[in-house]
Nanobody, 121 residues
Framework: QVHLVESGGGLVQPGGSLRLSCTAP???????????TDWYRQAPGKEREFIAR???????NYADSVKGRFAITRNNSRKTVYLQMNSLKPEDTALYYC????????????WGQGTQVTVSS
């Protein structure tokens, strides 16, 4: 099991910004590059939903709900994936999880512990 460490969550006012980070400190660099890196979120009473992906080959894609407001990036040398969240809305309030999934082995997937984001005035 891959150990993932998430950080960056917190309380922010509507319209504000946060940057989440997810690091795999025990993973070697070359292994990290073989994984897609995703962000998901789960709001109270709702199912976990996909919000962004940065693939092992460098492409990105987003859920419609965050497109144009969130940006996912990754730094392979630091074994870290980031989620920059701008123009935050109360409906963005959720527990945010990072996920590493191997680009060719479907069963090889790992989750972080989650970091809480609360958007409220």
């Amino acid at each position: 099991q891959v150990h993932l460490v998430e950080s960056g969550g917190g309380l922010v006012q509507p319209g504000g910004s946060l940057r989440l980070s997810c690091t795999a400190p025990r993973m070697i660099f070359s292994t990290f590059t073989m994984y897609n890196t995703d962000w998901y979120r789960q709001a109270p009473g709702k199912e976990r939903e996909f919000i962004a992906r940065a693939t092992s080959s460098g492409s990105t894609n987003y859920a419609d709900s965050v497109k144009g407001r969130f940006a996912i990036t990754r730094n392979n040398s630091r074994k870290t994936v980031y989620l920059q969240m701008n123009s935050l809305k109360p409906e963005d309030t959720a527990l945010y999880y990072c996920n590493l999934n191997h680009h060719s082995i479907q069963s090889d997937t790992h989750w972080g512990q989650g970091t809480q984001v609360t958007v409220s005035s």
